[in-house]
């Protein structure tokens, strides 16, 4: 079965980096967009990038625009998220998911487009 499974949170100061990473399993990884979500406390699970299988054209929430990259390694079967500029809003539990087909981009932003999800890596950034 398709398996997904997150690393790289933990505790960074504002304006520090961290790289999360999401190994997949079970699938040919190359076929399928992959996008990252994050969930904060009493907070709706929100997008945060996806990124199709070729690796071309990202897809960014404005709140992460050009501090957050998103990129994958389909050799590697891993999609990865740099963080850079981090700040305490970023402060949530950060999911990797992906689709069980293809996926247009219009639909990457929208969690139930998704069918495939890891348990969840926890960023925090401290003021």
């Known amino acids: 079965q398709v398996q997904l499974v997150e690393s790289g949170g933990g505790l960074v100061q504002a304006g520090g980096s961290l790289r999360l990473s999401c190994a997949a399993s079970?699938?040919?990884?190359?076929?399928?967009?992959m996008g990252w979500f994050r969930q904060a406390p009493g907070k709706e699970r929100e997008f945060v990038a996806a990124?199709?299988?070729?690796?071309?054209?990202?897809s960014y929430a404005d709140s992460v625009k050009g501090r957050f990259t998103i990129s994958r390694d389909n050799a590697e079967n891993t999609v990865y998220l740099q963080m850079n500029s981090l700040k305490p809003e970023d402060t949530a539990v950060y999911y990797c998911a992906s689709p069980d087909g293809p996926l247009s981009i219009g639909r990457r932003t929208l969690a139930n487009s998704y069918a495939y999800w890891g348990q969840g890596t926890q960023v925090t950034v401290s003021s």
């Open positions: 990124i199709g299988s070729s690796g071309v054209v990202p």
């Open positions: 079970g699938r040919t990884f190359s076929r399928y967009t």
